[in-house]
């Protein structure tokens, strides 16, 4: 028929109506129909790997707030790409996740580049995965892709879709829906949860990383000096949801049920928002909690309330939640607020030569690193250091994976700076990485060259997987081989990607070359030697 509009050109009229209009990907043979004729008004992220390019979608979309799309392809892209996936879908991270499949006549046959199996293969890590029965419902797909992506929990959607489907011509315009993303709390259950608070002698806050996401930083923050609670973190955290270096700030929860206990002792109630009760790793045996205390937990996300092993639970979206509590409890007057941590900033910085102790590389970087940066944290053995000399102070700052797997890091970084970009926001992104971590996905490099990013890798080189070394030692394992990591020049990798890189030889040169880095066109990649410091994990 005469002016009728293909799947291809629906489909992207529908993906510039939800504002999906920066695509991250790596070419493959079975995507080509979907990228052909690339609009003018769309932007193409290329990335050298798949799983760079759904972590560097993950960071986007964590920056911006909003969902990003990615392209992959077939099967083995897929398969590239699951790691990040893991990560993507414990941070309820809302993408729409693409595959190009064979052509619908050649499917039978199972031929070359097929994925038998397209909805079968990400899972359990996407909410929903689909390959339309028909080419005329891939734009319906794409809607209820979006709509499952961005409704809570918020979380990563997949769609196969073959290459044969895009030339076909469509039914007509696609259906434009709009979904809610919060989830209205039990008003009556939120009232009892509200006097039992009122009514608690030693509660004890726990803020997840659900309530920065849901942008109720600031919420939780009136909530909890209302409270006069002392606040903590949840352990390995990926995001920070409180000011660290707030006078009611106790820190991270332990990772042991034996620590998590230990910590909660002398509070009669456990108020947690936003995070799973609770993260545990390793296994330390223990009572869950200590005797007299009590947990109320809350979350938008029905999984995380159904598998804690304890407490009470209300389903809600957080920052509807903390501004309900805020009016709802009521606190005695005389109520004293715990302390927080020690801090002591007073004295000199350290000098010293490499190798150096990461205490002294936070310590002497504490001093020049910009105020507004976002933190990408992947140096899990260092990350009680850069807690103390890096706390975070604002919402949308710091950055983690979620899955707990390394290789996220690196190009998140890039997707978080191109979504600052995005959003007309200018701030430099400061990634601390260990140096095992920089290589799972050092191809990313190359696109935050390519598109003059202003990120910082700080790359701690102790040349070993420490934080492996501690769980060696915990779980007494001697003589686990592939610990160390002699001979990378990690420095030379970096140029070569297109990045400035330099290694710093002690404190004062790394000041210098972080100065440096800041003013620098572009990403720099600074390798910082290291002593090893094993973490303390029980």
Known sequence: MSGTKTIHEVTYDLLRTLGLTTMFGNPGSTEQTFL???????????????????????????????????????????????????????????????????????????????????????????????????????????????????????????????????????????????????????????????????????????????????GAWDAGVAFAEKLRASVRGSGLSDRCSFPEDHPLYGGPLPLTIAGVNEALAGHDLVIVIGAQVFRYYPYVAGEYLPEGTEVLHITADPHLAAIAPVGDSLIGDTATVLAQLLHLVEVPSDRTPPPGLARDFTGDLPVASAPLMPNDVYAVLSSVKPDDAAVVMESTSTLADLITWWPTRRSGSFFATGSGGIGWGVPAAVGIALGDRARGVRRTVVASIGDGSFQYSIQAIWTAAQHKLPIVFVVQRNGEYCVLKSFAILEKTPNVPGMDLPGLDIASLATGFGCRAAVVDGTESLVREFKEALAADGPTVLVVPTQSHLPFLG
Do not use: C
């Not at 969902?67 to 809302?94: I, Q």
């Not at 499952?148 to 829906?177: C, E, H, M, Y």
């Open 36 to 214: 052909q004729d690339f609009p003018d008004d769309f932007t193409y992220v290329l990335g050298l790997q798949e799983a760079s390019v759904l972590a560097m979608a993950d960071g986007f979309a964590q920056s911006t707030g909003k969902p990003a799309l990615v392209n992959l392809h077939t099967a083995a892209g897929t398969g590239n790409a699951m790691g990040s996936l893991v990560a993507a879908y414990r941070a309820n991270t809302p993408l729409i996740v693409t595959a190009g499949q064979q052509t619908r006549e050649m499917s039978i046959v199972d031929p070359y580049l097929n994925n038998p199996d397209p909805t079968v293969m990400p899972q359990p890590w996407v909410k929903w995965a689909y390959e339309p029965a028909r080419a005329e419902d891939v734009p319906a797909a794409f809607m209820r892709a979006y709509a499952v992506a961005t409704q809570p929990p918020a979380g990563p959607v997949f769609l196969s879709i073959p290459l044969d489907d895009w030339n076909k011509p469509a039914l007509g315009p696609a259906v434009v829906r709009t979904v809610s993303q919060r989830v209205q709390p039990d008003a009556e259950r939120l009232r009892e949860f509200a006097t039992r608070i009122s009514q608690a002698e030693r509660p004890l806050l726990v803020l997840g990383p659900e309530v920065d996401r849901a």
